[in-house]
């Protein structure tokens, strides 16, 4: 994905969930990411359908992104107990 066309991916991506079409959204950001890995806008954007899908684990990891993506962010723990029902 080239970076100029970033935002337009990750804003296609969440209209195509706002509509429903949830699936279609992922892959198009998995398609994305196949392209241009170190992208972390499209990694945060991936984040969120995972998440709410209830695919945890492994959308906890990609929102790990999320500093990339937003400099300036506060980190944020997983407590103990949490990191169990992520693996």
Do not use: C
């Not at 998440?51 to 300036?72: T, V």
């Amino acid at each position: 994905a080239d970076p100029a066309h970033v935002d337009g991916i990750v804003g296609l991506a969440s209209l195509r969930a706002e509509q429903g079409r949830a699936l279609e959204s992922e892959e198009m950001l998995r398609a994305a990411l196949a392209v241009a890995p170190g992208e972390a806008r499209l990694h945060n954007a991936l984040a969120m359908r995972l998440l709410e899908r209830g695919a945890l684990a492994e959308g906890f990891r990609e929102y790990a992104w999320r500093h990339q993506a937003l400099p300036g962010l506060s980190p944020v723990t997983v407590p103990d107990a949490g990191k169990a029902a992520l693996r």
